[in-house]
């Protein structure tokens, strides 16, 4: 697909795409720019997250971009701690007030791509590819897969991090508009629908998972979307600095640790699949 240069420094698609507020609200946004560099589980992710795509990098691996990168947090703290010589780093998304947003946040040397993940933007384009708390609010994630394949150069990557295990599904799981969780034998199973290899699967903030449980156990009452979305609010900030900083210290601990063995289960996990 072609992409245009627009006045704001943003590649958009000639045919328009407009981004689908049932798979994840646009007010979100917002609230993630005051979260993403300070609430302990984006602290304790983005650490897990960097010693996995340190494990798995290649040399020839120069172009990375971050698909449903929302406000571009992630990418913000790659270029920090990761400095390479990128030929291309990038974030794409379908979210107009997202890529506004991350386009303040973010160096010059980053690309922007209004992207639809159903369709295929690029043949063989990227080196590597994160999908990260992206996938499980999409219907169809084997047709994402399958299209995030073919913009893969081979010997790529996949880097995708989701909710996991259906025991720890919650009202926030519905709140936040997720379809699903998931457990290791699906990330196996979309690698296999899809062509990919997986040679990287393993579940995270394992530590944290009792107090995760405890604190998503007792659903509010009936409320109304505009009763969520304060309640949403309200619910999802940095809590109180010390305990935020306690909480960012446990979670943090499961880097080393979580990489070297695998842990039984996890709020979260980690998969990468390779492109032949």
Request: aromatic content about 16%; hydrophobic content about 40%.
């Amino acid at each position: 697909m072609t992409f245009k240069l627009d006045n704001f420094g943003i590649y958009r698609p000639i045919i328009p795409i407009a981004h689908r507020n049932d798979e994840y609200q646009e007010d979100n946004f917002k609230m993630l720019l005051d979260m993403q560099d300070h609430h302990f589980w984006y602290i304790g992710r983005h650490k897990f997250l960097l010693k996995c795509l340190k494990k798995h990098l290649k040399k020839s691996h120069k172009n990375f971009i971050d698909f449903g990168g929302g406000v571009g947090g992630w990418i913000k703290y790659l270029i920090n701690k990761l400095p390479l010589d990128f030929k291309e780093i990038a974030l794409g998304d379908s979210s107009d007030i997202a890529l506004m947003e991350a386009k303040k946040l973010l160096p010059n040397n980053v690309s922007f791509y209004q992207i639809d993940l159903k369709t295929s933007h690029w043949k063989e384009k990227w080196d590597v590819v994160f999908l990260l708390d992206v996938i499980e609010h999409l219907p169809d994630d084997q047709t994402i897969l399958n299209r995030i394949f073919e913009t893969l150069k081979p010997n790529g990557i996949l880097i995708v991090s989701a909710p996991a295990l259906k025991y720890f599904w919650s009202y926030n799981d519905e709140f936040s508009k997720h379809l699903r969780r998931y457990n290791i034998s699906d990330y196996k199973r979309l690698a296999s629908l899809t062509g990919f290899n997986l040679i990287d699967c393993r579940y995270f903030m394992f530590f944290l998972s009792p107090l995760y449980w405890l604190s998503r156990k007792f659903k509010p009452k009936t409320l109304s979307q505009a009763e969520i979305d304060n309640f949403m609010n309200k619910t999802h900030q940095a809590p109180n600095s010390l305990i935020n900083f306690f909480l960012s210290k446990i979670f943090s601990a499961e880097t080393p640790l979580g990489h070297f063995i695998k842990f039984p289960w996890g709020t979260s996990i980690l998969g990468v699949f390779q492109k032949p």
